[in-house]
């Protein structure tokens, strides 16, 4: 969490009240005769965006209103919660959610394309990249004087704050059929998702012509993005499925976020700062034969699988730790003293220290020939309350990223097939989608060279 | 399919050993200090660090004390291997932990009162080993050890176990025959009427599945996984003839599925005077057939249209009852709330059988009244937290 470069956080003094007490005509006088009239609040708006703002602006704006200023503590307490994330740059080869660690919170949204006819596509397209660029810079929304509701919902208060947004786009093979004459450009190997022996996948929750995966720092962050590009998308797109997730600060500081089976995950991943590792496993190349416009790509697996928390809290730790092949306490390798260590299976050929069906051995054998079948994997947990006999209905929005699902995902996913792990665990949706390549600039959009 | 595959844990002792003991890196002792997870080289320091050699087991516990406390194992011996913390005088447990590879340290919390303590410790090709007694005086009492359960002690119980399996099997092949039978004559009414017994009767056998291999995804598997669904080739047995039993398949279509759901039967009832019952897997089954009621019959996730899984789980219990039978005698002196387990079972399985109506019928789970379907969810979740612990102390150990 970089403190670099923070963002205006919100509006200047004065600011308005909460919304609805004072934008109603004749409201303002029932808080105060110091409650700005909604004319002000406007003017007030478009300082915000101009002229940045202070931070604790928000206490301030209720100070203001309510005539009494916030106790310093508050103001402090609340900065400290709000914890100010830096815009991430939007433009760029890449699209810039894929590589980061993952945030604090994440949407995942399915769509299913309703645009009448390639033109409106674009159009549809265009306006995503608008909102993604505008949303992930911040700023102020402009204001419609009397001439229509207000151009934004108003959840990050008035000015937009970037809480740093990441909005990810990736389209699915159902796009490329003949609706929107995309048939000849789909991108190389993309092709609906596989169904594995052990999933029990619901196909209402499942594929979808585009994704999209808003993380940020914050819930109403993300809240607010996707409010914002629904609402301007309405007529060329339609949810299909949809997932929240978090991901858990690290416990201790320094090691590695749990998943909610209690062990760290994503401890071993391609090294990001590596341009060589990441052409070679995350991004789609130039050339052999895939359609020039997928380059800067990346190919984006997403599983919703459930965890049978309640039956996995039943079972010994000896037992789950073999399963994983990691220690639950330190996230140690069970054949290491550290987290980082690379777990050493030539010298335990037999499994007798860890499993050779464990998930973390059979997921990444870590030889020679398993090298290129690497994974970029950037997953949350959900939680979203209870299934049919009342038990908790929480897993892990598996994530990841690679240059080809064959030969990355479906090769490892093929390799933990009839693991230990899968009695605890329930894939039951998700689909396979290519993340476009990057926006470039102020000209450019998403899937451009796609439309060309 | 209530399968649950066994986990081979991690209790074999290392094939060979490592050709020498990983150094602790620098970095890794700093960030484990950090984290307060001591280990290696530095946690030395921060005491409690218990270590393990080849020729000393548990030498380290400096100056011990009474109450909660994460003692470190450091296993700084070459090869892997177990250790325990037990009572000195009757070889009791207090804590263990397994598979502590060589220069590695693991956590082992424990709760100890006044009394004798010494490791012991289970090193691959090695003999085991006692290493020195530790005493804490005064009057504090803490948590009691469980005598270990061993491989000989679970023989007898496997073998009736073995024996009940055997007896079912034989009532299972008649009946499904007669299923068979009643599907190639043509009558639907007949087969509906024999599919749920038959069913049931291999439902009650829930233990056994981790030996059944193969033929439990022949005799009892889902749908779900298969590419086709519940048309795909491979959808085989008792679910596939409920689907079409129940969804107006013809008798034409349906005496291949029977007749080979016949045949799986006779497959396994050859094959099974042959095949061993797992050890571990008779205490890991005392939750897991439940746990896979729960999951997939309460759900109603494995209702392929009869409406009966509720009677499934009915079986389900009669199978987990069976194993706590065979179980009971090591049980009885080691599980001080075995009898709670019982109350809850007992609970659940009345509030299943209310939903078996005057006529024959069961309630589907969808049609239960919420408040009954309540409460059998938390009758099972109950009984399954009591029966937790079940698998971890009747898991095979070496003395």
Known sequence: ?????PPAESGPVPAPGLPGSSGLPGSSGSSGSSGPRRRAFLRGAVGAGLAGAA????????????????PSGQIAADDAQIGRLPAVPFHGRHQAGILPRPQRQTAVVSFDVTADGRGELTDLLRTLTDRARFLTA??????????APPSDSGVLGPTVVPDGLTVTVGVGSSLFDDRYGLAGRMPAGLTPMTTFPNDDLDPAQCGGD??????????DAVVHALRDIAKNTRGGMQALWRIDGFNSPARPAGTVPRNLLGFMDGIANPDTGSTAEMDSLIWVRPGGGRPAWTAGGSYLVVRLIRMFVEFWDRVGIGEQEGM???RRDTGFPLDADSLYASPDYALDPTGDVIALTAHMRLANPRTKQSAPSRILRRGYNYDRGIDAVGDLDMGLIFTCFQQDIKRQFETVQTRLIDEPLVDYISPFGGGYFFALPGVTGASDYYGRGMLA | MALVKPFVPSR??????????????????????????SGCGSGAAAGNVITVTAGACGTGWQDPKPGLQTLRIYNGSSVGGEVDLIDPANGGIYGEVESVGPGTTAAMPVNVGSGSYAFRCLLDDADPMTGPVFKIGGHVRAAAAIAPVTDNDLIEPAKEYHAYVTAGLIVLAGQTRALAAAVQAGNLAAARAAWLPAHLTYERLGAAYGTFGDFDDEIDGRATGLPGGVGDPKFTGFYRLEYGLWHGQSAAELTGPAEQLYRYVLGLQAAFPTMELSLLDMGLRTHEILENALEFQLTGTDDYGSGTTLATTGANITGTLELLQVLHPLLVSRYRALPQVYVW????????????QPNGSWTPVAALAARSREQIDAAIGQALQELAPIAAITEPRTT
């Open chain 2, 12 to 37: 074999a002792r290392f094939a060979r050993p490592y050709p020498g003991i990983v150094a602790c890196l620098a970095a890794s002792a700093a960030l484990a200090l950090a984290a307060g997870l």
């Open chain 2, 345 to 356: 079972l007992n609970r659940l399985q009345s509030l299943i059988s209310a939903q078996h």
């Open chain 1, 1 to 5: 969490m970089s403190e670099a470069n």
């Open chain 1, 55 to 70: 931070a604790g602006g928000a206490a301030a704006g209720y100070a203001y209103r309510s005539g009494r200023p916030a």
């Open chain 1, 324 to 326: 994983i092949g990691r």
């Open chain 1, 210 to 219: 585009l994704i999209l995966q808003l993380s940020a720092g914050h819930t």
């Open chain 1, 138 to 147: 911040g700023g102020t929304p402009p204001p419609v004087g009397i001439g």
